[in-house]
């Protein structure tokens, strides 16, 4: 893939979201792989991080990064949506959350078929 990094605000992720689905499976598929193994690795290569936003990034929980992984995984798979609602970041010290929230659905048939639908939502807010 390109070395362009995108801006991590919505549009950026869109932005980013165009971008690896016009790819062949294979990449698609690569890049997938890739982010699976390593999410923060791939966020960092992928978007134009801040400082204060990668130590944030490189100090979450593996079970937030797991769950984030996988599920951004199967909705790039799938070439299903990944949307990011980001607040405005405050100024006096607050809690900073990441909230991923996976709406995915799977129907298999006997036939051999399947069908993925839904979306994962990527939330960061301050309380």
């Keep these: ?11 950026g992720l869109q932005d980013l979201m165009l971008h690896l689905y016009s ?3 294979a990449e698609l598929e690569t890049e997938a ?4 193994k390593d999410i923060k690795s791939w966020a960092i290569a ?3 991080f801040e400082a204060d936003q ?3 990034l490189n100090n ?6 797991t769950f984030m992984a996988y ?6 798979i799938n070439q299903l949506p990944v949307t990011l609602q980001k607040q405005d970041k405050k100024d006096e010290p607050v809690i ?10 799977v129907m298999s048939a006997n036939d051999e078929t399947s069908e993925a639908s839904g979306e994962v939502i990527i939330k960061v807010y301050y309380a």
């Excluded at 792989?33 to 699976?36: F, G, R, S, V």
């Excluded at 979450?60 to 990064?65: G, M, W």
């Excluded at 900073?96 to 659905?105: L, M």
Aim: net charge negative.
């Design 1 to 11: 893939m390109e070395n362009k990094k995108y801006p991590f605000t919505e549009t």
């Design 54 to 56: 990668i130590d944030y």
């Design 71 to 76: 599920s951004t995984y199967f909705a790039l």
């Design 46 to 48: 992928h978007f134009d």
């Design 33 to 36: 792989d890739n982010l699976l």
């Design 23 to 25: 790819l062949p499976e």
């Design 96 to 105: 900073k959350i990441i909230e991923t929230k996976n709406k995915i659905a």
């Design 60 to 65: 979450l929980d593996e079970q937030t990064l």
